[in-house]
Structures are given as structure tokens and as C-alpha cells.
């Protein structure tokens, strides 16, 4: 079973930067693309974008196109997301996720999330 592992979350102010980063278990890993997607407490999670892993094309929710870049290492099986501009309300459990298939509209693998906190 593939396990995807996220570091990096925190504790910043706002307008300040924060990368999160997300390891597959697996160098042999086979995925379709992997995103984030992120929770606030009281509220549903939330899609926050994704990477097509072979082309490298990027899709963002609205509310961080513009702030948030997602990248990857293929090398390394591992996803990026640089969250710069952060506000208050980007506050969450960021979690990653990893689809198999083009035609998968939910994600077949979840990290165990990572915490962001910004504050004001």
C-alpha cells in the first residue's frame, strides 16, 4: 500500500511563505497527477490544485491561483506546494493526494495531512 507522507507545515504570519512537500513511499509509484487539497475546521475539505505528472500542467482552485505554486520532483516521487501571500483564511489540514487514472475524480491515495496556521 503507497503511503504519501507531507512535511513542512507551521506556524507563519500573514504575507509570509510556507512549502509543504509530499513524498510517495514508493520510487515506483505510478500516478495519473497528485494534488493538495485542504480542510478548515468547521468546513469541508476543499480542492486546492493539482500537477499532471508527466507534462507537468497545473489546474488551482481560484481562491490561491496567484499564490500557490505545485510542482514536482519526478526523481523523488515527490510533490510541492509553495504557498506564498498566505492569509488567515488559508488556515487548514493540507492534505495530498494522488489519482491513478486520467478518468479519477477522487483521489485513490491521501497523505495524513499537515497543518498550516496562519496567523494576523
Known amino acids: 500500500q503507497v503511503q504519501l507522507v507531507e512535511s513542512g507545515g507551521g506556524l507563519v504570519q500573514a504575507g509570509g511563505s510556507l512549502r509543504l512537500s509530499c513524498a510517495a513511499s514508493?520510487?515506483?509509484?505510478?500516478?495519473?497527477?497528485m494534488g493538495w487539497f485542504r480542510q478548515a475546521p468547521g468546513k469541508e475539505r476543499e480542492f486546492v490544485g493539482f500537477?499532471?505528472?508527466?507534462?507537468?500542467?497545473?489546474v488551482y482552485a481560484d481562491s490561491v491561483k496567484g499564490r500557490f505554486t505545485i510542482s514536482r520532483d519526478i526523481a523523488k516521487t515527490t510533490v510541492y506546494l509553495q504557498m506564498n501571500s498566505l492569509k488567515p483564511e488559508d488556515t487548514a489540514i493540507y492534505y495530498c493526494?494522488?489519482?491513478?487514472?486520467?478518468?479519477?475524480?477522487?483521489?485513490?491515495?491521501w497523505g495524513q495531512g499537515t497543518q498550516v496556521t496562519v496567523s494576523s
Open positions: 500537477i499532471i505528472w508527466s507534462g507537468g500542467w497545473t
Open positions: 493526494v494522488s489519482y491513478k487514472s486520467p478518468i479519477n475524480i477522487s483521489p485513490d491515495y
Open positions: 514508493e520510487r515506483s509509484f505510478s500516478t495519473h497527477r
